[in-house]
């Protein structure tokens, strides 16, 4: 037995439908009908017709036609047939010599759209706030139209919880207001089948509102009153539909249930349903037309119960319960299945259906009740089951099961077909199956045979045969892989085997890698025009080919050059509003299909909000309404509102206050004499919105003013005069016109009357003729055109100031150590101060340092003592030193006289560190130590302290030898030390007080005594720039080697020179240069002989060059001097000394310190770098040494 297989058309079979009109068919009354009636069968079977249950002949109407080889008929009605004439029942028959099918009865009906009855219709006069419901009622169609509501320009109606449609088409108005007065309420009706749309005269609502009746009693009634007025009355909710308290609804299985209240009342209600005894089902359940309809989808019979609307305002609720019961037309349990039987075999034809109430069950034999069909000793009717047995070839039929009840009827055929066939297996052969790894491999087999074969799986050419839960087996022949592995590819051999005989065929498999996203897009949050990028990198199998699509929200990307498709990324250039959303990467093969979205938020700051709306008007407040503007996906966090006084301060506008995001009203407070206008921003995380348009204006009415001014303060700015001062109201605290001030005062404590004067918008007014600085009681009131502002408080001020008349008194002076003194006075009396008293000052100098001659320049230091104190520390004074000070009292005008001069002097201290240690003349166990008197002695120096030991080869250091030195002295040899032994010194000086700082040095004896090493050098070489030149060399000699530098111009110098020298007046000029430098000469021999240096302290003075550092004070000699104009081009004729300093003379030549090393360079700022390899201790220059005067001469034979 074979049961639900198709016969292959090459062998005999009963008819089967395959294809009929549908069971309720309106047709279009302007076209031809249709109607279909398609069956297959062997041989092809024979159609007929019977139209209202007798049998239609078609050849006897010319205006009905069949189709060749089908039974679909045509009837003509675009060539004068009228389609009211087919109207009926019909059914099509399909038979051949095995049997006959019917079709469902087909029921034909033409659509119809009449028109709207004449009416007239008179216009609805309504109170505000009342309901209305304007009736549509359109005309019966076929099927029923589809009802909107318009304007006579074609614009829909706009629909609110307040103003919506019914499911009957009628439009209800919760509560009417002003702005519904309207006349052209148009309902329209469209009908789809006949494309038409019927029109329903206009209706005329004309609404009357208390705004008239506000108008004509505004005079006699306040702002308030009028404000505070009701114009409509509130009512509670009443139902419009449906009504009543409760009604009852059928509805049919699997259809869709929609329920509907519609309610008035003011404030408009709010609909709410509910399910009583059961909820709501949650998958199933929709609400529309603002939740004034309930829609439940595919409603079963679990679906029936009472319903609950309930509509609720602030005053009430009203509730209507509707009880809905779901019945079912008949619906198919087990359906009766085409049976094929080998002739002697056994089978059931089984019918159970059910529906509520409960079908009715009949069976029909090709067409015929059964009950009077052919007699068939085969088979057996056993209510919904016919059972065959022993069936022979004649037993082939086809059989009609109807079920139906009062709500419809189901008809099916199923034929039985008596064959004797060997197997054939329909899959063709070698047909190649490519599945994905981990997923299920379907393996066909489509056969046939009578009786039914049974069917074999085998893997590989000689392979078992399949068995196992690894593998399932269907019905149909095919074979299932639940899990698809590598492994499991290979060629699948399916075997059918029935009594008649055996056939076999094979199929291959091959069993792919799936395809991945192995990078996802991610989600994004991205502001307006910036540029975002989504990622999407695959893997796959490398026999397929992917393609990769991206979609936006489920749809394909916009038309839009911004949006760039890369092989692994989507990117997004200039990302605007309406590329938010979702966007799905998607990667396809032959085979399989996978997908990645990510979300895309663009942000922005909010849209500025608008509507602004001022309402409340009071005197001093006012209530600011707003609605918000777009968010952009950043939630709004606050309202800024700013306002503007058009009156005193046009297009400027100021921060009022700041509202939170969740906040669009705000009770502004108001100051009189304003011309308000507001405005509202709105701020986000990603910042501040646009400003809105500005609301109207509002001018608050004049007042006196609520303040007076502020910082009022009176302060003399001469002896004789008090000067008072205030910050002046600003232009919205004047509260009205005309703003004054009022200015007053008196001498304080002293009993006179307050002088008082009225000036202008002003901020000072100048009191004259008092005496220098007495305390005045001061106020300052603010008054306008409408009066003066509260009493002012009174502030205390004081007239000018004067220097004061006398000096501190009693000045002593305690030395504390040799940097610290404590200074002591008497403090002067207040009335001498005449002013505020800010303190003291103390100016204090160096006379003399009693350890060195005298500084140059006296450096007074004043240290200032606020308030009225009587004593202070003066620091940072130098040790063994002379001071001289005084001490003056200061108050708002200026200093005092100084107190005498008081002298004092600090005593010893240690002394500072040596200037310098060098160690000279290394000797197989001899070295020379040279040193420099300490820069700061702070006091007599007594001794020098040397302190040396050895350090080995493992930088270990030896036992410490300890000499003292006579304080006059400046050099030592050490002898008797070891041979190529490397030595550390210590060397500090000490005074009566103590040791100093000490510094260190290394040196080391020789190995042997070696000739003496002649300096050398070579390879000299230069690179010149515009305003500098580099000069290097190469040097071999002994340490301690100093260097000359000689450059000058070359070439145009040259011959500029040749020219000066042939002038007699350069001659004589020259000859009288020679005589100044020799008698210079002269001089400075007769000095050195007396054993001075030369000095240049004289040269230093006549300069006064700021850039040149001062003279040592010990020993006379030059410090270190520097030239701060680095960019100068080099000079020529300039020459260096040996003492590492370039010696600033009174040319213009760049000068510059010297560095240590070899090689030597200048700079790219022209200043002269160069290592040595002596002591890092700069050498004293030699106070005689100056550097040559320039000259033409020796330009020439300069070294460039």
Known sequence: MISSLDVPLDLSQPPTITQQSPKDYIVDPRENIVIQCEAKGKPPPSFSWTRNGTHFDIDKDAQVTMKPNSGTLVINIMNGGKAEAYEGVYQCTARNERGAAISNNIVIRPSRSPLWTKEKLEPNHVREGDSLVLHCRPPVGLPPPIIFWMDNAFQRLPQSERVSQGLNGDLYFSNVQPEDTREDYICYARFNHTQTIQQKQPISVKVFSMDSLNDTIAANLSDTDIYGAKPVTERQPVLLTPTGSTSTKVELRGNVLLLECIAAGLPTPVIRWIKEGGELPANRTFFENFKKTLKITDVSEADSGNYKCIARNTLGSAHHVISVTVKAAPYWITAPRNLVLSPGEHGNLICRANGNPKPDISWLANGVPIAIAPEDPSRKVDGDTIIFSHVQE???????????????????????????????????????????????????????????????????????????????????????????????????????????????????????????????????????????????????????????????????????????????????????????????????????????????????????????????????????????????????????????????????????????????????????????????????????????????????KSASPDENPSNVQGIGSEPDNLVITWESLKGFQSNGPGLQYKVSWRQKDVDDEWTSVIVANVSKYIVSGTPTFVPYEIKV??????????????????????????????????????????????????????????????????????????????????????????????????????????????????????????????????????????????????????????????????????????????HELGPLVEIRIPANESSLILKNLNYSTRYKFYFNAQTSVGSGNQITEEAVTIMDEVQPLYPRIRNVTTAAAETYANISWEYEGPDHANFYVEYGVAGTMASRQVDIATQGWFIGLMCAVALLIL????????????????????????????????????????????????????????????????????SDDSLVDYGEGVNGQFNEDGSFIGQYSGKKEKEPAEGNESSEAPSPVNAMNSFV
């Open 781 to 954: 009131q603010a008054l306008n055109d409408l009066g003066y502002a509260p009493e002012p408080s009174v502030v205390i001020g004081h007239s000018g100031e004067d220097l004061p008349m006398v000096a501190p008194g009693n000045v002593q002076v305690f030395v504390i150590n040799s940097t610290l003194a404590k200074v002591h006075w008497d403090p002067v009396p207040l009335k001498t101060v005449r002013g505020h008293l800010q303190g003291y000052k103390v100016y204090y100098w160096k006379v003399q340092s009693l350890s060195r001659r005298s500084r140059r320049h006296v450096e007074k230091k004043i240290l200032t003592f606020r308030g009225n104190k009587t004593l202070g520390m003066l620091p940072g004074l130098e040790p063994y030193s002379s001071y001289k000070l005084n001490v003056r009292v200061v108050n708002g005008k200026g200093e005092g006289p100084a107190s005498p001069d008081k002298l004092f002097r600090t005593p010893e201290g240690v002394p500072g560190s040596p200037s310098f240690l060098k160690i000279t003349n290394p000797t197989l166990d001899s070295l020379t130590l040279e040193w420099g008197s300490p820069t700061h002695p702070n006091g007599v120096l007594t001794s020098y302290i040397l302190k040396f030991q050895p350090i080995n080869n493992t």
């Open 1079 to 1146: 008698i210079l000469l002269i001089v400075c021999f007769i000095r050195r002989n007396k054993g001075g240096k030369y000095p240049v302290k004289e040269k230093e003075d006549a300069h006064a060059d700021p850039e040149i550092q001062p003279m040592k004070e010990d020993d006379g000699t030059f410090g270190e001097y520097s030239d701060a104009e680095d960019h100068k081009p080099l000079k020529k004729g300039s020459r260096t000394p040996s003492d590492r300093t370039v010696k600033k003379e009174d």
């Open 394 to 700: 004649r037993s082939s039929a086809v059989y009609q099961c109807n079920a139906s009840n009062e709500y419809g009827y189901l008809l099916a055929n199923a034929f039985v077909n008596v064959l004797a066939e060997p197997p054939r297996i329909l899959t063709p052969a070698n047909k190649l199956y490519q599945v994905i790894a981990d997923s299920p491999a379907l393996l066909d087999c489509a056969y046939f045979g009578s009786p039914k074969p049974e069917i074999e799986w085998f893997k590989g050419v000689k392979g078992s045969i399949l068995r196992g839960n690894e593998y399932v087996f269907h019905e149909n022949g095919t074979l299932e892989i639940p899990v698809a592995q590598k492994d499991s590819t290979g060629t699948y051999t399916c075997v059918a085997r029935n009594e008649l005989g055996k056939t076999q065929n094979e199929v291959q498999l091959e069993v792919k890698d799936p395809t991945m996203i192995i990078k996802q897009p991610e989600y994004k949050v991205i502001q307006r025009y910036g540029q975002v990028s989504f990622e999407c990198i695959i893997k796959h199998d490398s026999t397929l080919s992917p393609t990769v699509i991206w979609l936006k929200d489920n749809d394909e990307l916009p038309d839009d050059e911004r949006f760039l498709v890369g092989k692994d990324n989507l990117t997004i250039m200039n990302v605007t509003d309406k590329d938010d959303g979702t966007y799905t990467c998607i990667v396809n093969t032959t085979l399989d299909s996978v997908s990645a979205s990510a979300v895309l938020t663009v942000v922005a700051r909010p849209n500025p909000p608008f509507d602004l709306e001022l309402t409340g008007q009071l005197e001093r407040s006012i209530e600011l309404s707003w609605i918000p503007g777009d968010e952009n996906n950043s939630p709004i966090t606050s309202f800024v509102i700013e306002y503007e006084d058009g009156l005193h301060e046009p297009g400027v506008w100021h921060y009022q206050t700041e509202v939170p995001g969740t906040q669009t009203t705000v009770q502004l407070k108001l100051s009189p004499y304003v011309n308000y206008s507001f405005r509202v921003i709105a701020v986000n995380e990603i910042g501040r919105s646009q400003p809105s348009e500005p609301s109207e204006q509002y001018l608050t």
